[in-house]
C-alpha cells in the first residue's frame, strides 16, 4: 500500500530535550516535506527536500533541522525544543519533474507534538 | 510576498445547497494550485490540480476552477459527508529549481442533514 509513516503519532516531551519525528515513504517520491498546523495559522511549510541531500526551508524553518540521506526517509530533528513548538506536524511526498510538483502530495497521519 | 487567502472561513449549508469556496492568490508565477480536503485529525487528501488559467477539474459534486488571480471549488448538492476544511495550495518557482508550496487557511464546510 502506498503510503507516508511517521512516528511517534503522539509525543510529550519538555523544553530543551532534543527529538526527532521520522517520516518514510514508499512511493520513490522525490519530493518531500514537512508542515505545522496551528489553529487560525492553518499548514505552514517548514522545510522541503526535491531529492537526497538537496533541502531548502520553508516559511518557518527556525528551530528546526532535516535531512534528506535516503530518499524514501526525511526526519524532522528539533535540536531544542520550546513550548511555541507545540502543534500538528505532517510529513508529505510527491512525485517532482523539472517544472515542480507532479499533481498530488500524500500526507502522513500527523505527529501532535506537545512542549512542556 | 507569497500571498494565500481563501473565503470564506466557515460556511454552512443545508444538504443539497450549492455552493462556493474561493481561493485568491498573489504570487509571482505560479506553477499550480492544488485544492484538498482535511477531516480533523488527519492528514489533507488530494483533490485537484489546475495549472492554467481556464483549467477546470471535476469529482463527483466538486468542480474546481481557475483564473489568472483565483480558484473556484464549487459543490452542487453537496452532503452531509462533504463537510471537511478545504485548503487550497499554490506552488511558486523560489530560485533555481526550487518549488516552495504556500497553503491558506482554509474552509471550514459544514453540510447539515
Known amino acids: 500500500e502506498a503510503q507516508v509513516t511517521q512516528n511517534p503519532r503522539y509525543l510529550i516531551t519538555v523544553t530543551g530535550k532534543k527529538l526527532t519525528v521520522t517520516c518514510s515513504q514508499n512511493?520513490?517520491?522525490?519530493?518531500m516535506s514537512w508542515y505545522r498546523q496551528d489553529p487560525g495559522l492553518g499548514l505552514r511549510q517548514i522545510y522541503y527536500s526535491m531529492n537526497v541531500e538537496v533541502t531548502d526551508k520553508g516559511d518557518v524553518p527556525e528551530g528546526y533541522k532535516v535531512s534528506r540521506k535516503e530518499k524514501r526517509n526525511f526526519p524532522l530533528i528539533l535540536e531544542s525544543p520550546s513550548p511555541n513548538q507545540t502543534s500538528l506536524y505532517f510529513c508529505?511526498?510527491?512525485?517532482?519533474?523539472?517544472?515542480?510538483?507532479?499533481?498530488?502530495?500524500?500526507f502522513g497521519p500527523g505527529t501532535r507534538l506537545t512542549v512542556l | 510576498e507569497d500571498q494565500v487567502t481563501q473565503s470564506p472561513e466557515a460556511l454552512r449549508l443545508q444538504e443539497g445547497e450549492s455552493s462556493s469556496l474561493n481561493c485568491s492568490y498573489t504570487v509571482s508565477g505560479l506553477r499550480g494550485l492544488f485544492w484538498y480536503r482535511q477531516d480533523p485529525g488527519k492528514g489533507p487528501e488530494f483533490l485537484f490540480t489546475?495549472?492554467?488559467a481556464g483549467e477546470e477539474k471535476e469529482k463527483e459534486r466538486l468542480k474546481a476552477t481557475l483564473t489568472k488571480k483565483e480558484s473556484f471549488l464549487h459543490i452542487t448538492a453537496p452532503k452531509p459527508e462533504d463537510s471537511a476544511t478545504y485548503l487550497c495550495a499554490v506552488q511558486v518557482r523560489s530560485g533555481g529549481s526550487n518549488y516552495k508550496l504556500t497553503f491558506g487557511k482554509g474552509t471550514l464546510l459544514t453540510v447539515n442533514p
Open positions: 512511493m520513490n517520491h522525490e519530493y
Open positions: 508529505a511526498s510527491s512525485l517532482f519533474r523539472g517544472t515542480g510538483l507532479y499533481n498530488e502530495q500524500f
Open positions: 489546475l495549472y492554467s
